[in-house]
């Protein structure tokens, strides 16, 4: 299968491998963050928005949204889910915007999406140089010392007719900066099993060196992958969400 597969021939299933996201619950989250940290104001841009449901929501909040991603099918989908929305076909790692946001988000740790360390030194960048003074950048991340190759997600839902079955599960050799995502989809119709097996190479990272990539550019707070509350990173989860404001 080519790589991305599920974010271009099977981008129709994405919003249901990810049915079981609390989309309200982080958009929410991280406009408390924004309101702590940052200004009132409410430019946002949705780093790898894929079919916007997070979008959807902040611009339900009172933001007004633009989305960015690297593949056009679930632009076409954010598209139709945020028609108010504006939509740009950029790489995350290299994109310009026409005017300074309040706001960057990156969520459902696609900033693992950078192919190395370099690409995630121009993203920081291109943040930076995107956000207008005090703009804030909230994304999530997995540090690749505490991933556990033996985890997995699984979850199973019904379609017209058809049953799915979504599996996910991080992978990380031990050494060096490469781990990635292994997908599996099952679709029963009937007594038939259709099944796509996917993989996407992602950058690993130790928060340590992240935190010394992204300070020249902001002051970072790293707190716990809590939706719900507020509480500061303990360092044993492996699992944070970072606030950054522009220096």
């Not at 609390?22 to 989250?29: A, E, F, I, V």
């Not at 992602?202 to 707190?223: E, K, R």
Request: proline share 2%; net charge negative.
């Amino acid at each position: 299968m080519a790589t991305n597969a599920l974010y271009t021939d099977l981008s129709d299933y994405y919003d249901l491998m990810c049915i079981d996201i609390d989309y309200l619950s982080q958009s929410k989250c991280i406009q408390r963050f924004h309101q702590l940290f940052g200004s009132n104001g409410k430019t946002h841009l949705d780093l790898a928005c894929g079919t916007g449901p997070h979008m959807r929501h902040f611009i339900d909040l009172g933001y007004q949204s633009s989305g960015l991603d690297i593949n056009q099918p679930m632009l076409d989908l954010a598209q139709t889910r945020c028609p108010e929305a504006d939509f740009s076909l950029q790489d995350m790692s290299d994109f310009t915007v026409s005017a300074p946001l309040d706001l960057v988000t990156c969520f459902l740790y696609s900033l693992h999406y950078n192919q190395n360390i370099e690409k995630i030194q121009s993203c920081i960048k291109s943040v930076y140089e995107a956000l207008a003074n005090n703009g804030v950048f909230c994304f999530n991340l997995v540090d690749k010392t505490k991933i556990d190759n033996t985890l997995f997600v699984k979850h199973t839902t019904q379609q017209q007719g058809n049953k799915f079955t979504f599996s996910s599960a991080w992978q990380y050799s031990g050494e060096g900066d490469k781990q990635s995502l292994k997908i599996r989809i099952e679709k029963e119709t009937g007594f038939q099993t259709q099944v796509w097996q996917d993989e996407h190479s992602m950058v690993a990272l130790q928060f340590d060196m992240l935190i010394t990539l992204l300070s020249p550019y902001f002051d970072v707070n790293v707190f716990e992958h809590d939706y719900e509350k507020i509480m500061p990173y303990t360092s044993h989860s492996g699992n944070a969400i970072f606030v950054c404001v522009k220096i």
